[in-house]
């Protein structure tokens, strides 16, 4: 049995990516076909002819239903076969999954689950999304050789920010410094406050610090998998307390994971600052540098990855800065098992960030 | 158990292609080493040393026999070993299965079950191959991704042309023709007549019809996997009967499917066809269009085939066009059960094209 | 289980190339990391960190340390964990293991099971390296896609050199020439002389021979998979024993096999000889010699190995020449045996070229 969260909004592609053109992507192991209908509605389709298994996608759009490419079967936004050629009966076998979707963010969501229960409300929040003073990068895209659970442990882990990413985001000022975790019922959070600790690169490029600074790794994750980085510091001189975030330089930074495969997952990004707002230039530099930062991770999954395929083994011993992932494993096996017994699972409507 | 039919006739390869060089190919998953005698008489033998199993077709050929590359273990045409360097004895095991050969219409065909069994007269008719007015193409391959069955499938199908083929053989006015289905012991025909239709592309360069045609397809398929399409359309003045099949354009399109794996087939067609016969240039335009034609085939055949093998399922409805296939199916698995039981299986001398 | 021998040294990797660099080879299928202390000692220790395995390779060496490149945590030579960054206290399953190293040869030596063994005199002693007059070809190493006892069984098997190697240490004088197999408790001797026969292409290019020759080719395999080939060529008129060997062309080519997984060697090797000792146009002749002749073998054992794999049949046959390949399977299976059953295996401290 596979560990996927059903009930749940997943991104499945950007905004911009889904148009009159038919295109397929795996999600919870599933092949789906994606395109607009003629009044620009998006639509998700199972990705395979019941008649032969072809892929839809290989067919054509004609209007806003899907021809497939082989007999020419063709099927409607909710999945019904409207017409086999040669043919006026059309058998009740005959019809694809139809998944909801909804717009937001400038991506497409698709509910993988039970139809009935896809609240749209139930999509994160991404805070200051859209506000004056704040910029945001959107439509960003890796795609990550590993199951999508190494990459929330990743997360919220501050902790290996030191060691994989010393040339970008990670500082050696937090190498000691613990890290708390608050748990919420869909949701955890680990955080940590690196205290009078000099500006890592970041800052000193996008800031304007003349001394040390406060600052801080708020690592959110909301089930079954969007992860929220607020991230940022003051001066040393303020308390490095909530009020004082935005009185520095204060990023947002959402990652979007959906699986692919169990063993491959669909990484998208969006980014909100509060510095250089309107500035295209420093819009391509957030995209380098998180991308390059998005990387580093990236390599060093893909070998814990394929070593523990090959072994079988996840990990041999577990530290102190477990806590948040090991929480987010329970949590992710407590809902996957709610789903699968058909028992209502926990609930947290109140999710998002403080 | 695999679904191999092996008292049967397969096509090996070209006449052409096999000489005095050790070529190895795999057909019904089976090594096989083929050469020619030096009076010019084809072999075919197991193509694995029984000692350690090395290629013997990296071996050596001297005189009519083969000589293993690793420790010189020579063969003659029956596969009884004849030398083992250093030792007089020859142990009993040390020996490769041969395989009964024929060469008939440019083609090397072998036997692939009881040798005893191996009758040339089984071996499919080519009709008017060679007579006059009549030119044919042949010494064509494909190497086919997928399963020899999903090809049969493919080739009593005539519903497939018009959203396979739409740039070749296929037109729009087959969409919602009707396919009848008749059925011998050890051939099936799908075939059907699209009346008043507009000339298919390939009418209109080859012939000088003037007006709507009536056009046939008529989808022979012989045990094991050869397939024969006889093709053609006359004026739509003229009955759409047998009789006047010769008065248009007329081609007789074999396909001789060998399977290599479960997952592989060797795919050798040729071609005879009533216009322009003795013309090279349209030889070559045959060559053109048909490897466009099964190319169409191949990469949906392929696509099919990965979703089958990634699913495990081979359809999840069916439907009237399926009638033939279905019966190919039912065949092929009644003359392997035939076949593996020892019990005898149909047969039909007088199968071959109306 | 694997037929891994484990108490037993096998050359890990050349003197030269282990330093201040963190070097990663699978051996026995287990990864290890390689480096040197600053004194210069070697060090080798399980590549994988105990957290979440990632590889310690690409962590960093920190002084005598290694330090992952995820988290931080950092191992010293014996395998202990040092510091886990963010916690005080080392938990106990953080830790690594370590194995015994020996340098000896140009080479790293690394002994892979119970440490309390490991005896550096056990390594096989390399008869004339370093002695005035003969000359030494070291650092070499292949890559076999094969199974280590396929090579040894090549490697006590002088029969496929007239096939295999025709055109290079291979001559046709020895097809009929039977072998002779001698056995101690852990090592084989399967030897010949070939008597008046002409000089391989070797000896023409390297000795004066004016007339034939009588050669010997002397294979030796000590356990695990340390094989030693002494070959060499007197003039006819010499009798062919030991005594007179040093009175012609002789070399040893020492072949160190180390299995990387279980359808993997590392091939190391090296070659020493009484001719030109110090010509080092020479010394790259043998190299290239030396790289086609195992390259020959390397493709034929290729196509073995993919062939056994596929059918799962290692031999159909067996035939006189395979006596020193089975028995070294048997001397293979009877180690493993003892070391898995905790029992004594056998032992022979004289082993050795005669």
């Not at 698709?110 to 959107?138: K, N, Q």
């Not at 902790?159 to 748990?183: N, P």
């Amino acid at each position: 049995m596979s560990d996927y969260i059903r009930n749940a909004w997943y991104v499945a592609a950007w905004t911009k990516d889904i148009g009159r053109q038919l295109v397929s992507r795996r999600i919870l192991g599933e092949p789906i076909v994606f395109y607009r209908r003629e009044d620009g509605a998006p639509v998700a389709l199972e990705d395979s002819c019941p008649h032969k298994l072809a892929p839809l996608s290989v067919g054509e759009l004609v209007g806003d239903e899907v021809q497939c490419g082989y007999h020419g079967m063709t099927f409607n936004c909710s999945g019904a076969c409207t017409r086999v050629p040669g043919q006026t009966k059309v058998p009740p076998s005959a019809k694809v999954r139809s998944y909801p979707l909804v717009e937001r963010y400038n991506a497409v969501w698709i509910w993988m689950g039970d139809a009935a229960l896809a609240d749209p409300d139930a999509i994160v929040d991404v805070p200051r999304y859209g506000e004056s003073g704040w910029g945001v990068v959107d439509g960003q895209y890796l795609h990550f050789p590993t199951h999508y659970l190494n990459i929330t442990d990743n997360l919220v882990d501050p902790a290996h920010t030191t060691y994989v990413h010393k040339k970008t985001i990670g500082g050696a000022g937090g190498e000691d410094v613990g890290v708390k975790v608050e748990q919420g019922d869909r949701q955890v959070l680990a955080y940590r406050w690196i205290k009078d600790d000099e500006p890592v690169p970041l800052f000193k490029k996008m800031g304007n610090f003349s001394g040390p600074v406060n600052r801080w790794q708020y690592y959110y994750l909301f089930m079954p998998s969007v992860s929220c980085v607020d991230f940022g510091g003051i001066d040393a001189e303020l308390e490095p307390v909530e009020e004082n975030k935005d009185r520095g330089l204060r990023s947002y930074s959402f990652n979007f994971l959906t699986p692919e495969t169990e063993s491959t997952t669909h990484y998208f990004w969006l980014h909100v600052r509060n510095y250089h707002a309107d500035d295209a230039k420093v819009d391509a530099e957030v995209v380098e540098l998180m991308t390059l930062t998005f990387t580093e991770d990236l390599d060093i999954l893909e070998l814990v990855q394929k070593e523990q395929e090959r072994t079988g083994i996840r990990e041999r011993t577990r530290l102190g800065i477990d806590n948040a992932p090991a929480r987010i494993r329970r949590m992710v096996e407590r809902l996957v098992a709610a789903e699968q017994g058909q028992t209502e699972g926990p609930r947290d409507d109140a999710q998002g960030v403080a």
